[in-house]
């Protein structure tokens, strides 16, 4: 069973900067890839940034040039570093994982979130 554990929400002013950190319970390397969505009240999950094992990067829109992701395989940790936040970054933000098994069949797995909250 794989665990990603999330950390380092909380409440920041407009502007300001959070680094999101995700620590999975196995190699990091191990998955397809790994992303970061989020979900803000009375709307979908949505996909926020994501990596690949091979390192490509793709970002929402919404976040280009004021996120960056990355990851640290010797210590099996995805981050989001955040910047320029802003009020409508507000939202639980969750990790996600992408296991493949020995027939490439892709099974995702959740952290349980960490809240934003932004304010103006």
């Known amino acids: 069973q794989v665990q990603l554990v999330e950390s380092g929400g909380g409440l920041v002013q407009a502007g300001g900067s959070l680094r999101l950190s995700c620590v999975t319970s196995r190699s990091i390397t191990s998955f397809r890839a790994t992303g970061w969505y989020r979900q803000a009240p009375g709307k979908q999950r949505e996909l926020v940034a994501r990596i690949t094992s091979g390192s490509s990067t793709n970002y929402a829109d919404s976040v280009k040039g004021r996120f960056t992701i990355s990851r640290d395989n010797a210590k099996n940790t995805m981050y989001l570093q955040m910047n320029s936040l802003k009020p409508e970054d507000t939202a639980v933000y969750y990790c996600?994982?992408?296991?493949?098994?020995?027939?490439?069949?892709?099974?995702?797995?959740w952290g349980q979130g960490t809240q934003v909250t932004v304010s103006s």
């Open positions: 996600k994982a992408e296991l493949p098994n020995y027939y490439l069949i892709i099974t995702d797995y």
